[in-house]
């Protein structure tokens, strides 16, 4: 039944909801931020849905989404076995806790990333080294041309910079263990019922049939990870010094073996920290990193704008970046057309206030220094030194479907040496 006051939006129907109505419009429409889309053309800014169990409000307009994610009653998160059952029945980590607990936790974790942004700025450069050689490999390999799966190419870095941080610079040296975190993340994120499956709208098929509703495999991957996440932290252990600092799993060590820790901190939380960082931070940054390669082989004008103030190396040069890569509707002229100069004012970067890419808020992004810094430097880094190029006989398309963050087309690109 409808809660008063609860938004407009389809009928309703007894247990199954408006699920019938909305998985048409989604299979019309093709991704679930066009379908919310459609509805609110139809509804207005706020959308009432029920998916089986689940309400949601869908909030649509740049009004709306600043009101959401900026006042207080709004920053709690859902309970539910989707966002418990992969932390052993608890909510724990950092995206789907909140109050004092949240509060406490979050603060330790900006804190740290603060800390460590130096030394993530130099474990990304050396990182750097590693993509250019296999590049320049690949392109000697073919004669002055390398043909590259674009979208394959930002997972690795990515994923071995979380692991840093977590770990430290040394530990991460260990090429053996990081192998084994990418056979997990990749399985984990290569999975599309990773994020809202059925058995997450209708809990009780989690008992009828666990296979077919998502629910053995969604604990299964996370299982994975969260066992590997401990295996580490109990590596670490062994090596332990409560003089020394490696990684934030060091850092979070100390506090753990301290006299006046807050009752939120536990090893269950470390763990769980650990599995938001990979969760929250490898597939936004890797496919935000594709998205911008994406544009620049089906803009080549401006890739060559871009290559000309990296060459002339200024301060501009952050402002295009960052213009390349910050794309959204969020209430400016066409935003679907690529305009990254549309953020460049009299030579200078100038971001919108409605500019949300990393949220707003309390509840705004951890990681959104270190993702900066990583983007940064990677792309360019690599447009300074490669060329890059659409292939005329399989042009890349700017087409996406639904994940954790929404998912490009794979694409491949022709590389060379500028
Ligand atoms: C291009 C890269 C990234 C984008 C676009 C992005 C975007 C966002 C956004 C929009 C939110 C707010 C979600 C909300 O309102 O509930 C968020 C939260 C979060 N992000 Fe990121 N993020 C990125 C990279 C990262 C990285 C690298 C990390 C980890 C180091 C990370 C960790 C987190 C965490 C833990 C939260 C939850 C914060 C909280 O609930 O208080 N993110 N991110």
């Known amino acids: 039944r409808k809660p008063k006051k609860f938004p407009p939006g389809p009928k309703w129907f007894p247990i199954i909801g408006c699920a019938w109505q909305f998985h048409k419009l989604h299979q019309k429409m093709g991704l679930i931020s066009k379908a919310s889309e459609e509805l609110a053309l139809k509804y207005g800014p706020l959308v009432g849905v029920r998916i089986g169990c689940t309400r949601i409000?869908?909030?649509?307009?740049?009004?709306?989404?600043?009101?959401l994610l900026t006042r207080d009653d709004f920053q709690n998160r859902p309970?539910?076995?989707?966002y418990t059952s992969r932390t052993w029945g608890k909510r724990r980590g950092l995206m789907f806790v909140e109050s004092e607990f949240w509060r406490k936790q979050k603060q330790f974790v900006l804190k740290q990333l603060g800390f460590r942004k130096e030394n993530m700025a130099h474990s990304i450069e050396n990182e750097l080294g590693g993509i250019i050689n296999n590049l320049k490999k690949g392109i000697e390999d073919g004669n002055g041309e390398g043909f590259f799966q674009m979208d394959d190419l930002f997972g690795v870095p990515t994923l071995s910079a979380l692991w840093t941080l977590m770990v430290g610079y040394e530990y991460a040296k260990d090429e053996k263990e990081m192998e084994a975190l990418e056979v997990i993340v990749k399985d984990m994120f290569g999975n599309s019922r990773l994020i809202g499956g059925l058995f997450d709208q209708f809990p009780f098929l989690r008992y009828i049939c666990p296979n077919y509703c998502g629910y053995n495999e969604?604990?299964?991957?996370?299982?994975?990870?969260?066992?590997?996440?401990k295996k580490t932290v109990d590596k670490?252990?062994?090596t332990y010094n409560s003089n020394a600092t490696r990684g934030f799993i060091d850092s979070y060590l100390h506090v753990l073996n301290s006299e006046e820790k807050a009752e939120s901190f536990s090893e269950d939380q470390l763990v769980a920290i650990g599995l938001d960082l990979f969760f929250a931070g490898y597939e936004t940054t890797s496919k935000t990193l594709s998205l911008a390669f994406l544009f620049m082989l089906l803009h080549p004008d401006i890739k060559k704008k871009a290559q000309e103030e990296i060459d002339k190396v200024g301060t501009i040069l952050s402002g295009n970046l960052?213009?390349?890569?910050l794309t959204t509707d969020?209430?400016?002229?066409?935003p679907k057309i690529f305009n990254?100069?549309?953020?460049?004012?009299?030579?200078r970067l100038s971001i919108p206030k409605n500019f949300m890419g990393f949220g707003l808020g309390k509840r705004r992004c951890v990681g959104e220094s270190l993702a900066k810094t990583h983007m940064f430097l990677i792309?360019?880094?690599l447009l300074h030194t490669f060329n890059f190029e659409a292939i005329p006989t399989d042009p890349p398309i700017a087409e996406f479907r639904d994940g954790f963050v929404p998912t490009l087309r794979p694409f491949r690109g022709k590389i060379t040496l500028r």
């Not at 990254?340 to 030579?347: S, V």
């Open 57 to 67: 409000v869908f909030v649509y307009g740049l009004r709306a989404t600043q009101e």
């Open 322 to 325: 960052r213009g390349v890569i």
């Open 218 to 229: 969604y604990i299964n991957i996370n299982g994975k990870l969260t066992t590997f996440i």
């Open 379 to 381: 792309f360019t880094e």
């Open 79 to 82: 309970d539910g076995i989707f």
């Open 330 to 334: 969020a209430g400016w002229e066409d």
């Open 236 to 238: 670490l252990k062994e």
């Open 340 to 347: 990254p100069e549309r953020f460049i004012k009299n030579g």
